[in-house]
């Protein structure tokens, strides 16, 4: 096979990487962009995202609305982000399970990992009680202010929580935890009841319980929670009874995952 020119491969390298500048600018603040606004948003010349947008809308990844000339997120990413939704082992093993207990309780379940510095939404199902205009599969979220967040590191050292996202954080609301001895205090809390709670920390009206899922080794890889509006979540009565049940399935999802107390490494 003949090589490829270094220049070639250069210009190859940077055509992908302006391509997928103009795919980040899409976000859930803006999910439809004119010209313009791309143009802004990624400093490239009008002509440069003129074309490519076009060749981006030819292959699916963007559509563009002629009436009104904006551009939105096109049905081949929605594929792609799909397959890669299947292929987690995580979501295999707790879609079904967190859909069954989402229809029982009448609330919301969701299933997340750590990414990097914050949370990844991997599985979000409504129960009757918790409607969303929305679904979170694919969002974000601070570590700090949630329950997943705060399940999903809370075996982490001191100083390991420190070097992930700092000693001071964002507030949300007047409940937000926001300095490190806060946070170590919350996280020992979670460790040793086993599950972590959220009450308006990260929006108001709404509560939420999760509980850590292991891998086969005793690692934490994601949590699952129990969340809703305060009066369907009614914490003060039904506390015990929700983190319950969030542990026992976040604990079948982790022996799902090949995960067994007994034998799990130290």
């Known amino acids: 096979m003949p090589r490829v020119p270094a220049r070639e491969s250069a210009g190859g390298t940077q055509s992908v990487e302006r391509a997928l500048s103009l795919l980040s600018a899409f976000t859930e603040e803006h999910p ?39 551009y939105g997120v096109g049905p081949r990413v929605i ?5 890669g939704l299947n292929q987690s082992p995580v979501h295999q093993q707790s879609r079904q399970l967190a859909q069954n207990l989402a229809a029982s309780l009448g609330l919301g379940v969701n299933v997340a990992e750590r990414h990097d510095t914050g949370l990844f939404y991997l599985c979000h199902f409504e129960g009757a009680n ?4 929305s679904t979170l599969i694919g969002r974000g979220g601070p570590l700090h202010a949630t329950a997943m967040g705060k399940a999903l590191i809370s075996e982490l050292t001191a100083d390991e929580v420190s070097a992930l996202i700092g000693t001071e954080y964002a507030r949300y609301t007047p409940h937000t935890i926001t300095s490190f001895p ?37 690692r934490i ?3 699952l929670s129990v969340s809703g509006p305060l009066s369907a979540m ?7 009874e929700l983190a319950m049940i969030a542990i026992e399935h976040a604990d079948q999802v982790s022996s799902n995952l ?9």
Not at 57 to 70: A, D, F, I, K, Q
Not at 130 to 133: G, I, N, V
């Open 32 to 70: 439809e962009r004119r010209i313009s606004e791309l143009v802004a948003e990624t400093g490239l010349g009008q002509s440069t995202v003129s074309r490519l947008v076009g060749a981006l809308v030819n292959l699916g990844y963007l559509t563009h609305h002629g009436r009104s000339g904006l």
């Open 79 to 83: 594929t792609l982000a799909g397959i």
């Open 130 to 133: 918790a409607p969303r205009p």
């Open 182 to 218: 806060e946070l170590t205090a919350a996280l020992r809390d979670v460790r040793e009841r086993g599950y972590a709670t959220e009450q308006e920390e990260l929006a108001f009206g709404r509560a939420c319980i999760a509980a850590p899922i292991r891998d086969r080794s005793g």
């Open 221 to 223: 890889v994601a949590a």
């Open 234 to 240: 009614n914490l003060p009565a039904r506390q015990n």
């Open 258 to 266: 090949g995960y067994h107390a007994a034998l799990a490494y130290p």
